[in-house]
């Protein structure tokens, strides 16, 4: 079953290569400055987040008495949160999005997640690539525990996918889903040390804290970028197995309900 | 590759009677089912030859689009089964996922990918679809500033821009001008002679007759009817006019055709002939005076009575008709058993070929309101053309001509020229 999503995303690799690229050009389309604008809003972003919190509200991370270092912390883990909730937004509604197609014309359906992944992915480089840039530039490159990146990232979107699609299939038949979802995304969001290190809560709540699997995956982006330090893997196991079994089901529902989600749209 | 075989096939939806008691029935698998499967098609059962073409028809509801999404594969069927052989092209809403904000072209790129075609391929088409379309220098332009026509008319290009091995084609085939529509119906019989396997929905029985080889009457979900297509849309069209209560019957007759006989019978016909100068004549010279007789005999008392009758080409395409109403000659108050003889004349003004009389006997102008009988094919007759000058067409309008040779061109100046 495996081999044959992976051949029909193969056979329609032009399909999900068009659709991310058009859904890239469509957002500056009919705008002046183009493809600019797509590198200045996260720009503006990093800007804010580093200038806001280093230089005007005088942040500091306990131990460490850097200038710069609160807007790398508040980068490393905010950006990669970006991504993740980007992918399971966009799977959300990929179905509902597409409803149109879904009805219409016979493609492989699991294109759609992919694209979603995809066009996240997309948007993700440009931003990472200028915190990279940044980096650089303040001499603060994390120099070769960089390698781990890729696997934290892989691990990452394993677990966003599985979540997206799941939450995606759902939100066909039940769409208070969505909105559901919309709402626990802030809680979890403050709920896991992306703006405030986990020093500086009670013990108690730390320890609550642990137990969302997205902390130790932002902590590790965040000691990575940081202190240049390799994550400590054992810790995050609970993500991967969380998202392998996310997967399983999500990949269960979608195999169960593809049929009635096209009924349903 | 080409053939569709569907098997057993039915599709329900299922209905909940709310969100809740589609969640308890997911949360409580085991347990009885909460929804009411509501059967859109049951038993169908439908071969499909390679290279053959087949015209699906019914009334609005009657299945035919979700039988068509079964078959593109877009919906599954709940049980039974449905195989179709090589690449199917749907032909089913055209336009479809098209961005107003791009070009024709990308457009085209993204309909084409749609179809599971790699860049390359698309480029290697694209001065085919480009031609097809004839739509000019508009392709570069965004799709938004396209009228529906142009539109239609990319879109037809991209679908068909491969001869697939299934073509479907849905009514939305009749948008655009007459000249694209002539055009893109040349390319689906060309496809055709290729050895494509088309499937045809429409409702105008023209385009079921003359390129189907068997048609296919949906109602309610299941097949009513299939066979010869002039024989399908007589009995459809019956169906549709006397009512879905009344009785329609259908018997062969002599040379393969059938006639279709459907109303409510209070009245009925005894016998049809046409004569020629008092014989009853089945070959008939163009122009020639006839008259059409036609008895008909009351079951019951009846307060009205209009009797009409239609000449149709053997593709069932109408030529003239009339009717008693229209002729001032209403009948009213007829009793049980009373028989009545009418008598149209007129000269046989139609082109030479075969046709067919159909009647109707009702009880208003319309044969929608009170269907007495309805009757395809009560006759066969041909019109032959022995005397006359050979022309073409359907009717014989008898043209006269006059000739004048008018001199050299400079001279036609002069004379114009002189004149005040």
Avoid at chain 1, 47 to 56: A, R
Avoid at chain 1, 195 to 210: A, C, G, K
Avoid at chain 1, 224 to 243: C, E, I, K, N, Q
Avoid at chain 2, 385 to 402: I, T
Wanted: contains cysteine; charged residues 20%.
């Amino acid at each position: 079953m495996l081999a044959r999503m992976f051949q029909g995303i193969w056979q329609y690799r032009g399909f999900v290569a068009g659709s991310v690229r058009r859904e890239f050009e469509s957002r500056y389309r009919g705008s002046m400055l183009g493809a600019a604008w797509t590198v200045l809003n996260p720009l503006a972003m990093i800007l804010v987040y580093t200038v806001i919190f280093s230089e005007v509200m005088r942040a500091r991370l306990p131990g460490v008495d850097d200038r710069m270092a609160f807007g790398v912390f508040i980068c490393s883990g905010l950006l990669t949160w970006g991504l993740f909730s980007e992918v399971v937004g966009r799977s959300l509604t990929m179905f509902l999005d597409n409803a149109n197609l879904l009805k219409k014309l016979n493609f492989p359906r699991i294109c759609l997640p992919v694209v979603s992944m995809l066009n996240a992915l997309v948007n993700f480089a440009i931003i990472f690539a200028l915190f990279c840039g940044f980096l650089a530039i303040t001499g603060r490159l994390p120099g070769i525990a960089l390698l781990a990146f890729p696997v934290l990232l892989l691990l990452q979107l394993l677990f966003a996918c599985g979540l997206g699609m799941l939450l995606g299939v759902l939100n066909v038949f039940f769409r208070d889903v969505g909105q559901l979802f919309g709402i626990l995304l802030q809680f979890w969001f403050w709920f896991t040390p992306i703006v405030y290190p986990t020093s500086i809560l009670p013990e108690s709540i730390r320890r609550l804290i642990q137990l969302n699997p997205m902390t130790p995956l932002i902590q590790s982006y965040q000691n990575l970028f940081l202190y240049g330090r390799w994550p400590v893997w054992t810790d995050l196991l609970p993500l991967l197995l969380s998202a392998l079994v996310l997967c399983v089901l999500a990949l269960g529902l979608f195999r169960s309900r593809s049929g009635e989600m096209v009924d349903e749209l | 590759m080409g053939h569709i075989r569907i098997q057993q096939l039915g599709k329900a939806y299922r209905q909940y009677p709310s969100r809740w008691a589609r969640l308890l029935e997911w949360l409580s698998p085991g347990a009885r089912p909460r929804h009411q499967q509501k059967w859109v098609l049951q038993d169908i059962d439908l071969d499909i030859a390679p290279g053959e073409a087949v015209g699906l028809v019914g009334s609005n509801g009657a299945g035919k689009s979700t039988l068509l999404k079964i078959i593109t594969g877009t919906t599954l069927p709940t049980h039974g089964s449905c195989s179709v052989g090589g690449r199917v092209s749907a032909l089913l809403e055209l336009g479809m996922g098209f961005h107003p904000e791009f070009t024709g072209r990308q457009n085209v790129f993204m309909a084409a990918q749609l179809q599971g075609l790699q860049r390359e391929e698309i480029e290697e088409l694209m001065p085919a679809i480009e031609a097809f379309a004839e739509i000019g220098d508009a392709i570069d332009q965004p799709v938004r500033t396209y009228s529906s026509g142009m539109q239609m008319r990319l879109a037809f290009s991209v679908a068909t821009a491969r001869r697939p091995d299934v073509l479907i084609v849905d009514e939305a085939l009749s948008v655009g001008d007459a000249y694209f529509q002539h055009k893109s119906f040349e390319r689906i019989r060309s496809f055709r002679r290729d050895g494509t396997t088309l499937l045809i929905v429409s409702h105008d029985r023209f385009a079921i007759q003359s390129i189907c080889d068997r048609a296919v009457l949906l109602e309610f979900g299941r097949v009513v009817q299939q066979g010869d297509p002039e024989m399908v849309m007589d009995y459809y069209h019956a169906r549709m006019t006397a009512g879905l209560n009344h009785r329609v019957r259908q018997e062969m007759l002599a040379n393969g055709k059938t006639r279709t006989i459907s109303g409510t019978g209070e009245v009925e016909v005894e016998s049809v002939r046409l004569l020629e100068q008092d014989t009853s004549v089945e070959i008939i010279e163009v122009g020639s005076e006839v008259t059409l007789e036609v008895v008909v005999r009351a079951t019951q008392d009846i307060s009205q009575l209009v009797l009409g009758f239609m000449l149709k080409d053997r593709l069932g395409q109408a030529m003239y008709g009339i009717n008693s109403y229209r002729l001032k000659q209403t009948l009213e108050n007829i009793r049980a058993g009373e028989r009545i003889l009418y008598r149209y004349s007129f000269p046989m003004r139609l082109g030479p070929g075969n046709y067919s009389v159909s009647l109707s006997l009702s009880r208003r102008d319309s044969h929608l309101d009170g269907s007495y009988e309805w009757r395809d094919c009560a006759m066969l007759f041909q019109v032959a053309n022995a005397s006359h000058e050979n022309f073409v067409g359907y009717s014989w309008l008898g043209a006269e001509l006059a000739v004048e040779r008018l001199g050299a061109a400079a001279e036609v100046l002069e004379l114009r020229r002189s004149l005040p």
